[in-house]
């Protein structure tokens, strides 16, 4: 009985150290880039290689342009806590909330819901790496703290299928995160949702409802194999 009992132990203990090694190796690049986002927002004039610039491609044939400036601090498939990642990218200014401009990464007909506060989705008919299928570009944090909205006046709540072209304001970064005393750092959250295949966009939470925005920005943005640099841009 007592041998059982040390068997038992033994391999709990292994579990735990096994599963603690698989949580530290899955969360460490984001803890990493944590870092040197933290150096950015400090100050973002001391790492000028970690800038993007909205309306640029980084190669002369990415589809996309960037869709605001600053540094792409969190990436595709980063772990911020066990069972989550991230779906697309935060891309920080260094500036104050309601400063810096989000633009259409790519042209498409864009929609606000009534209730969106900070976001927007534009439907792209076509996606451009995969002719005849139909994705979803969605923009958020674009609010202040007590929600108060930082899109464009040109999109209202309530806003169906308006067509924009690359480059298009669509508002400016802000902090909101839904919970007024716990306001987000300034930044746009990006990413590229799947089409449910009835013309309506997937469940932007979910990874697996998500696409790899590397390919469509021409820029390593997979955490899976960009380890914990900042990807920087050398067209």
Request: include cysteine.
């Amino acid at each position: 009985m007592k041998n059982n009992r040390i068997l038992f132990a033994i391999i709990t203990a292994g579990v735990v150290i096994g599963l603690g090694t698989f949580l530290y190796r899955a969360v460490r690049p984001a803890a990493g880039r944590s870092v040197r986002v933290l150096d950015w927002l400090r100050e973002p004039s001391a790492h000028p290689e970690w800038a993007v610039q909205a309306g640029t491609r980084c190669l002369p044939d990415a589809p996309f342009v960037f869709p605001t400036d600053g540094c792409i601090g969190y990436l595709w498939g980063d772990a911020f806590r066990a069972g989550r990642r991230h779906q697309g990218l935060d891309i920080f200014a260094g500036t104050d909330a309601g400063v810096t401009p989000v633009v259409a990464a790519y042209p498409g007909y864009l929609t606000r819901q009534a209730d969106w506060k900070s976001a927007v989705i534009v439907r792209v008919p076509d996606d451009p790496l995969q002719p005849g299928r139909q994705i979803w570009l969605y923009y958020a944090h674009m609010a202040g703290p007590s929600g108060d909205s930082f899109i464009s006046s040109e999109f209202p709540p309530g806003t169906y299928e308006k067509y924009v072209a690359a480059g298009t304001l669509l508002g400016y970064q802000g902090n909101y995160s839904g919970d007024a005393g716990n306001p987000a750092g300034v930044h746009l959250h990006f990413s590229i949702v799947l089409d449910d295949g009835r013309g309506n966009f997937r469940n932007e939470l979910d990874i697996n409802n998500t696409l790899d925005p590397s390919p469509y920005f021409g820029l390593p943005l997979n955490a899976a194999t960009a380890g914990d640099s900042i990807p920087a841009c050398n067209p």
